[in-house]
T-cell receptor, first 111, second 113 residues
């Protein structure tokens, strides 16, 4: 089993809709969770971090964490064409300086 | 934006030649990382550093070495480049022991012919 899995294929959403991305992880000791956005040809950009169970909202982005089920999700509300990018899930644990990354999910927002 | 630069930004080299990539930061962060990103594999950690002269291997360290003689600089060396090392290389920095909040440099696109 991969350490961090993002299984969904490319996601196409109409402008103004909600985009929903999911990520599962295998290490139960994981304690820090991140979503990065990466535009084509650019470097990953940190958009959300979450450490506790529940929801965390930042603008149009909401991260949801469920440690018992070992998944973390990202919701993008009122999707805009500028949200078209690949979204990377990353997971870390205290005492370990490294992050494990999923392969990413491509989101395409259709005007 | 975090103050991270990478040089060169693009490089084409031939198999068997040595290559050194440089990551420079102005944030005085303790932790620095080198990743490679390839289609179908995502971001994979090559080496990382947790202080001057303190480095450790990541998941794909074979064929790579690193050095960190100053807080601000982290060098990645391919001693003898191979075509399988054609990739986009990203440097990242973090000030947290949790590996959290890593900020990435602009990347170096390396092609080994």
């Amino acid at each position: 089993q991969k350490e961090v899995e993002q299984n969904s294929g490319p996601l196409s959403v109409p402008e103004g809709a909600i985009a929903s991305l999911n990520c599962t992880y295998s290490d139960r000791g994981s304690q820090s969770f991140f979503w990065y956005r990466q535009y084509s040809g650019k470097s990953p950009e940190l958009i959300m971090s979450i450490y506790s169970n529940g929801d965390k909202e930042d603008g149009r982005f909401t991260a949801q964490l469920n440690k018992a089920s070992q998944y973390v999700s990202l919701l993008i509300r009122d999707s805009q064409p500028s949200d078209s990018a690949t979204y990377l899930c990353a997971v870390g644990r205290y005492g370990n300086n490294r992050l494990a990354f999923g392969k990413g999910n491509q989101v395409v927002v259709i005007p | 934006d975090a103050g991270i630069t990478q040089s060169p930004r693009h490089k084409v080299t031939e198999t068997g030649t040595p290559v050194t990539l440089r990551c420079h930061q102005t944030e005085n962060h303790r932790y620095m990382y080198w990743y490679r990103q390839d289609p179908g594999h995502g971001l994979r950690l090559i080496h990382y550093s947790y202080g001057v002269k303190d480095t450790d291997k990541g998941e794909v360290s074979d064929g790579y070495s690193v050095s960190r003689s100053k807080t601000e600089d982290f060098l990645l060396t391919l001693e003898s480049a191979t075509s399988s090392q054609t990739s986009v290389y990203f440097c990242a920095i973090s000030e947290s022991e949790r590996g959290a909040d890593q900020f990435f440099g602009p990347g170096t696109r390396l092609t080994v012919l």
